[in-house]
């Protein structure tokens, strides 16, 4: 509730802007013919079990998000070398507050999604 709540200083802006404002982060799209987006198209084919035969997976928008803060945080294990790419699945109603807060482990009371 507090990121929809308006200030005084919003009013010349647009309602969208000030929202995307809140969210302390740069959202950038990814060119589909970029290497990144090719990279992570092909990881997601490479992961989809072939348990998971009922659906395809296609990949139509890729979104790379820079946090406020979070390159200085992480830049002490750039040089570690063993990096892998992890996936993570949340309801859309989760968003705001993974973009915003940055993704936290879920208190006792969360609802498990299977």
């Known amino acids: 509730y507090s990121m929809l709540k308006g200030s005084i200083d919003e ?5 969208i802007d000030v ?3 809140k969210l302390k982060c740069i ?6 013919n970029a290497e990144e987006f090719k990279r992570i198209e092909q990881y997601m084919i490479n992961t989809h079990t072939s348990t998971h035969n009922t ?3 296609k990949l139509k928008e ?3 998000i820079i946090r406020e803060g979070e390159d200085d945080r ?7 070398e063993n990096h ?3 996936w993570h699945g949340s309801r859309t109603t989760n968003f705001a507050g993974i973009l915003s ?8 009371e969360a609802p498990m999604v299977s």
């Open 19 to 21: 929202h995307y404002k």
């Open 27 to 32: 959202i950038e799209s990814i060119d589909k």
């Open 74 to 80: 992480f830049r002490k294990w750039e040089k570690i």
């Open 84 to 86: 892998q790419l992890l």
């Open 11 to 15: 009013k010349d802006e647009h309602p």
């Open 62 to 64: 890729l979104f790379k």
């Open 101 to 108: 807060q940055g993704l936290r482990i879920a208190p006792p």
């Open 55 to 57: 659906y395809t997976l």
